[in-house]
């Protein structure tokens, strides 16, 4: 069947319309009043992204007007919590930036909870402050509708274009309607991608009927790094997966009930057993383990040690904390603002928590930049403050001309959040239209041969079902092609059981890594033979070639650091100790899609901040 070519010219194009994405598309009209601004999103932006259901706490607040944090303490923050290894100058950026931008999600009307004494926003910790957070996305989101020339809803974007002339400067993107299956060739000056994190890249614990329940949201795909990576962008730290430690079953949060709630933690007996531990990950780790707070990795590490010895399930301790009817309201709402399934958990599994401690777990891994964790794009940093090593030329671009990055997307800042994603998108956009400007006459060259060539590999998967839809042997198993669901779990089953999911204790090795690249350059080779039956099923066939090309990048940095560097997060069991002599440093990879081969590399990491 043929398609539908629509083409679309921008100067800026927007990839994702989430927390990044919006503060990108919003920016990028503010600095370039006459530039043709387009974002481009899967879902619909009204409700998409990772903060699509609303959020209760904005995680990323300095509060500089009152005084309450200086962006040094949160490079200092985020520094520690990664053990020693962030892009200061990234982080930096973001913190000095950030509080203008949560005045403005006031301004547009989000209703931000004041303490009553202080007049001042109600902190819910020493970074996070509260709000009614329901409306959050459609409020920022309305800024950015507001904001671009055009916001092209329901398409996904597969591939970025390079120039015809220049191949390592980028010309656009491809992707297709999912709902009306026409082709879309966007034609741009400059590209920022802001398309989230992903899950579902390593088994989750929810299997089977309860698939779709995992930490971060499920529709997190991947594409914020298969697309920089297929355009030959480097990426760092893509090792550093995270995992959570949340409530049993629903992934319920656990920062209020800390933070707000003051609820803590003991093993099955009653116990406090995070002292227990802290000589032998002193051992593992040094010093890292004394600093306060304690890294959000080694608090996993006890919490993972003492369920092996035996002495589990964890519990919340949330009886004493729910006795007071402010707090019970507070930790109940927690929930409905941000993750209604944990209240029906509870409900259906009849866990009061006034009467019943709830168990606590350690999620399945995520792979993201902006949350307790900083995997993603190698960028330029900012002219004033970045050492030269990390800069060229413009704040935010990637190794490759033209492009530009936001939130999840953008490596070595953790701790950004939904407000420091946004506000990254600020500036990312406020760099990629000086750009734009600055290169008035320099309009990319799309080779027709290129996008008529990704037309049809995009469509591939619906062909392939077509031809081979009579062959079904049993069930839905085809001699023919390979469903996106049954690749996906295939995917799961290696990335867990190699390179450090839940079912190896996190744990893993040269060989098993080596095992598992093997195994990932099979499941590569099958992947031309994805069969999609819809246009809903040619979306989630992409989805799962963007997992798996970034799975193979995390194995491949995995693979490259020597060392256990965050315990809690992964084991290299070959390497069990941290090593701050030989990898003190950020890892960095770039892959070459002519030859499928990945180069790695080290790089320094600069102490800017004393
Ligand atoms: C469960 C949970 C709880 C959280 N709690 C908090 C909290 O309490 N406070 C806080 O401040 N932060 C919180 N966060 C973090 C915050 O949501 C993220 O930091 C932020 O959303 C990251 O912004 P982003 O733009 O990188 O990604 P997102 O906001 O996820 O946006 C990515 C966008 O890209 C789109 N997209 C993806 N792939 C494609 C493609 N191929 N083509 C087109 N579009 C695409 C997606 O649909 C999405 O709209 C939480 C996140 C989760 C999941």
Known sequence: MSRKTVFVDSDILVVGGGMGGCGATYESRYWGRDLKIVCVEKANIERSGAVAQGLYAINCYMGMHWNENQPEDHVRYARNDLMGLVREDLGYD????????????????????????????????????????????????????????????????????????????VAGAVGFNVRNGDFYVFRAKAVIVAAGGASHIFKPRAVGEGMGRTWYAPWSSASAY???????????????????TRFKDGYGPVGAYFLHLKTYTQNAYGQDYEAFWRDS??????????????????????????????????????????????????????????????????????????????????????????????????????????????QWGYNRMMTVEGLFGAGDTIGGTAHKFSSGSFTEGRIAAKAAVRYVMERSNDRPEVSETEYAR??????????????????????TVSPSYLLPLHGLQRLEKIMDEYVGG???????????????????????????????????????????????????????????????????????????????QDWHCFTLSRYDRDSGRWEMEKAPVYHIID
């Open 94 to 169: 973001i913190a000095r930036h950030v509080d203008a931008t949560v005045h403005k999600f006031e301004e547009w009307g989000l209703p931000i909870m004041k303490d009553p004494k202080t007049g001042r926003y109600q902190r819910e910790g020493k970074w996070q402050i509260m709000i009614h957070g329901e409306s959050y996305k459609p409020l920022v989101a309305e800024a950015a509708r507001k904001a671009a020339s055009a916001v092209y809803n329901r398409i996904m974007v597969t591939h970025l274009l390079m120039d015809s002339k220049r191949p390592n400067r």
């Open 454 to 475: 990704l037309k049809k590999v995009i469509y591939q998967p619906l062909e392939n079902y077509r031809i081979g839809r009579n062959e079904i042997v049993a069930g």
């Open 281 to 390: 990950i002193e051992k593992m780790v040094g010093d890292y383990v004394n600093h306060h707070p304690v890294p959000t990795c080694l608090r996993n590490h006890a919490l993972l040690e003492e369920v092996k010895a035996g002495r589990g399930p964890i519990r919340m301790v949330t009886k004493e904390a729910f006795k007071d009817p402010h707090k019970e309201t507070i930790g109940w709402e927690n929930f409905l603002g941000m993750t209604i399934g944990q209240a029906v958990v509870w409900a259906s599994q009849n866990i009061d928590p006034k009467e019943i401690n709830p168990e606590l777990t350690t999620s399945e891994p995520y792979v993201m930049g902006s949350h307790a964790t900083c995997s993603g794009a190698w960028a330029s940093g900012p002219e004033d403050y970045a050492p030269a090593e990390y």
């Open 502 to 580: 839940i079912s190896a204790h996190y744990t893993t090795n040269q060989p098993l890594l080596t095992r598992g690249l093997e195994l990932l350059a099979m499941l590569k080779e099958d992947l031309a033979y994805l069969g999609a039956e819809d246009l809903h099923q040619l979306q989630r066939a992409w989805e799962l070639q963007h997992r798996v090309l970034a799975s193979e990048c995390v194995t491949q940095h995995t693979l490259f650091r020597q060392e256990t560097r965050w315990p809690g997060y992964y084991y290299r069991a070959d390497h069990p100790r941290l090593d701050d």
């Open 226 to 244: 298969a697309l920089p990576i297929l355009a030959g962008a480097k990426m760092t730290q893509m090792e550093n997966r995270i995992v959570l």
